[in-house]
């Protein structure tokens, strides 16, 4: 039984992480990690890397974009361009749930 609860402890989830935007409506990659939105998890690092690179290689379409933008004018939030989409996806990056970059730092 300890042999299935120690294996039960050894699964880590994986998160994409999207940088977040500053003030200018641009992305900010140099902000910390704990700065940046968890997108989508996985169960593990393979699984996150090969979505990662899929949303790169296949960014969205024009009618995609559009989408995007309308819902995030109806949340009220100014959308990204799509250059500024398009950089956010290739900034993202995959990250162990474990890893303590994820954490605020006291203030």
């Known amino acids: 039984m300890k042999s299935h609860h120690s294996a039960a402890l050894a699964i880590v989830a994986w998160y994409l992480m999207v940088p977040p935007i ?3 409506n641009r992305v900010d990659a140099g902000a910390p990690l704990s700065d940046w939105r968890r997108s989508v998890s996985f169960d593990s690092a ?42 956010r996806m290739q900034e993202s990056v995959c990250v162990s749930a474990a890893d303590p970059r994820l954490k605020s730092k006291a203030k």
């Open 22 to 24: 500053n003030a200018d």
């Open 46 to 87: 393979q699984e996150c890397e090969a979505s990662l690179k899929d949303a790169i290689k296949n960014p969205m379409t024009p009618s995609e974009y559009q989408a995007a933008a309308q819902a995030t004018l109806k949340a009220k939030m100014h959308p990204l361009s799509e250059s500024e989409m398009t950089r």
